[in-house]
């Protein structure tokens, strides 16, 4: 344990080092006390399948629908009690303002078999309570996966009764997040994912899209109260087991969320191995309404390891940043990794994305535009480059004390505590 006298001298070495890089972003025009409260007050919505790889209180025999959870690292959360526990003490280690996001899957039942297509916002009280008495606000999934009547395709299923369950589990979704969104003060994004597509070549791609357009349509027949709810689109290159073909693809959902006004969700794991979605951000802004950034990490196949502080997080922070519309640009994680202790991956991953939009914010983008607007183009390389090696990690560190998380690695220690106490009791 750390003494009284040990934090104080350490942070006193925080504010020491960070007046100094003050001085260095000042010489630049960056007032770095300003970024730190921009960069902290972005609200980050951190999943809650992290806690317990996407297995949700069904009693599910397992994850299914295209994506995977690999690892058995001990100290899974159980229930909703368990989950809530682990959530609030990974808060207690992360900076800034946060917000919680929900998957149908999470429901609390009281041992009622209540099918996807009856869920109501009843299901969801405790979690409305909790968010209330934590002041985090909810976000919502429908959960179009980890189902019997999923295998064949959800939204997009040739058999009619199949796809009017899932039409109606999206429009129930809608109800959910609408009372989140009524309750909190703060609007709830809904964001439907649906796994539909198939292993090899298909010899028709076109119907599943046909289906899938007008089963949306009814889902969004009614209007969505503004201020409210928000729903968004997501699509995805390709899956486990879907290789050759989804028919929620980004040009289906760009084109299906820019002609009706819905938001569209680009899930940073789900494009090319080599493409990043910076580049589409400002392109997309100008045709749909909002955006949610699915923050994740594409490594070969997986569409989902844990966010770090990479070039293609900070590149999407510094472009959503630019944009200086945050009303529009929903930032969220998704990401699930079962080999490692569960609420380290959310520790890390929230920590680097909120990084990552500190950085983003600490952009001398004025400077770099003027060089750029005035054909000094030259300069404008020479900045960027001389803007990575500035003392950033001063200016993190007094983020987090600030914040009154730990700084540094410091968290690491706290939760190998927890591990020891609150998760090994768990089998
Ligand atoms: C899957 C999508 C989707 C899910 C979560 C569980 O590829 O990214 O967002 O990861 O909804
Ligand atoms: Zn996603």
Redesign the pocket.
Known sequence: MESRNDTETAAFAVEKVYSLAKAAYAAFGIDTDNAIKAASNIPISIHC?QGDD?TGFEGAAGLSG??LATGNYPGRARNGDELRADAEFAFSLIPGEKRFSL?ALYAETDGKKVQRDELAPEHFKKWMDWSAAKKINLDF?PSFFSHPLSHAGTLCCADKNTRDFWIRHGKASRNIASAFGANQGSHAVN?I?IPDGSKDIPADRLSPRQRLLDALDEIFSAKASAGVLTDTL?S?LF?IGSESYVAGSHEFYLGYAASKGIGLCM?T??FHPTETIADKISATLLFVPSLLI?F?RGIRWD??HVTIFSDDLRDVCREIVRQNCPQRINIAL?YFDASINRIAAWVIGTRSLRKGFLEAFLEPAALLRDAENSGRNHERLALMEEFKTLPFGAVWDKLCLDAGTPVGSGWLGSVGEYEKTALAGRK
């Open positions: 399948w996407v295209g994506i998957h999934n964001n994912w997501e995805k899956g899930d794991g789900h699915h994740s569409s989902d998704d």
